[in-house]
T-cell receptor
Framework: DVKVTQSSRYLVKRTGEKVFLECVQD?????MFWYRQDPGLGLRLIYF???????EKGDIPEGYSVSREKKERFSLILESASTNQTSMYLC???????????FGPGTRLLVL | GDSVTQMEGPVTLSEEAFLTINCTYT??????LFWYVQYPGEGLQLLLK?????DKGSNKGFEATYRKETTSFHLEKGSVQVSDSAVYFC???????????FGKGTRLHILP
């Protein structure tokens, strides 16, 4: 079974803090994705990565950056957290030739 | 641009009722279509998919048929159970890239 894990289920941070969200997958997938999920807006793509050290902006990259130093790990970074970044963050992965994305359980982030 | 529109929720049904969740799409090219499900407290998981016109995806008693003429991919189940309570996302992938576009999600409540 594909397993995608995220470092925290719940996180509380203060405005201005630097926040790291970690995602690890154990199936040697090349592609990894970060989404945020908000009520009434569904899932929106923040960043994605086709391979190690590669990254592409998604639909809402502002205020975020990412790091992919190893194939299995994809980190989302909030350089200076703001209250409008309070959300559920979902990580996903898939193999290059596959269509199905496999999701982690999500991190619910609250920025005070 | 490419987009997915699905019926707004919440949808509330009694156990054993018939379920339909409508989904229509707009896409250039020939997309693959998906239904993902998110159970409470979990990430998304693939429920079913269809990759070309007239294909029917099915899983766990759910079905959806890829209708190119009406650009639709409606989700149906003949007899729902309390355990089907979740949020359902319709999604598409256009073959030119690896991004998936999600609808906003439909929350389903099944009453015993």
């Amino acid at each position: 079974d594909v397993k995608v894990t995220q470092s925290s289920r719940y996180l509380v941070k203060r405005t201005g803090e630097k926040v790291f969200l970690e995602c690890v997958q154990d199936m040697d997938h090349e592609n990894m994705f970060w989404y945020r999920q908000d009520p009434g807006l569904g899932l929106r793509l923040i960043y994605f990565s086709y391979d190690v050290k590669m990254k592409e902006k998604g639909d809402i990259p502002e205020g975020y950056s990412v790091s992919r130093e190893k194939k299995e790990r994809f980190s989302l970074i909030l350089e200076s957290a703001s209250t409008n970044q309070t959300s559920m963050y979902l990580c996903a992965s898939k193999p290059t030739l596959g269509e199905t994305q496999y999701f982690g359980p999500g991190t619910r982030l609250l920025v005070l | 641009g490419d987009s997915v529109t699905q019926m707004e929720g919440p949808v509330t049904l009694s156990e054993e009722a018939f379920l339909t969740i409508n989904c229509t799409y707009t896409a250039t090219g020939y997309p693959s279509l998906f239904w993902y499900v998110q159970y409470p407290g979990e990430g998304l998981q693939l429920l079913l998919k269809a990759t070309k016109a007239d294909d029917k995806g099915s899983n766990k008693g759910f079905e959806a048929t890829y209708r190119k003429e009406t650009t639709s991919f409606h989700l149906e189940k003949g007899s729902v159970q309390v355990s089907d309570s979740a949020v359902y996302f319709c999604a598409l992938r256009v073959n030119r890239d690896d991004k998936i576009i999600f609808g906003k999600g439909t929350r389903l409540h099944i009453l015993p």
